[in-house]
């Protein structure tokens, strides 16, 4: 039965890591574990703050076209962990207006000088399809 963008955000509210994938210059698959933060809600979507220094803002800024993949403890039917594949785009951005936007208390523990951290770049991924196995259920959702 397919599920709908509404069910499977609610779902990834409680995911508190996404693992980002891209592709590095040399054409490698590259992936480091993002905070979800647990407070953000996904509509298509996805907002992480990053170190603008960092080889992962450089792989974007060189391939824009990144997935993110998902793992929930119990999917819809409560048997086996939900997985959910994100297919996307990535912007990055470094409007201060948009900082504050996105901006969570947790985010102190990495960046202390909270949005005027030199070098803060926030990475906004807008999914293009979704794919989510839950047990034996699958299915996509294509938000573009």
């Known amino acids: 039965m397919p599920r709908t963008l509404p069910e499977l955000s ?77 297919e996307g785009v990535a912007e990055l951005l470094r409007d201060h207006a948009e900082f504050e936007k996105h901006w969570t208390k947790d985010l102190e523990r990495w960046w202390p000088d909270g949005i005027d951290t030199p070098g803060l770049v926030l990475i906004r991924i807008t999914g293009s399809r979704i794919h989510y196995w839950d047990g034996e259920d699958q299915g996509d959702i294509h938000l573009v």
């Open 10 to 86: 609610k779902k990834m509210r409680d995911i508190d890591f996404a693992m980002l994938i891209s592709q590095t210059e040399g054409k490698a698959i590259s992936g480091r574990p993002m905070s979800n933060n647990r407070e953000v809600g996904f509509d298509g979507d996805a907002w992480f703050f990053a170190d603008g220094s960092t080889r992962m803002v450089g792989d974007i800024a060189n391939n824009p076209n990144v997935g993110l993949s998902y793992q929930g403890e119990a999917g819809f039917l409560g048997m086996r962990p939900l997985f959910i594949h994100v």
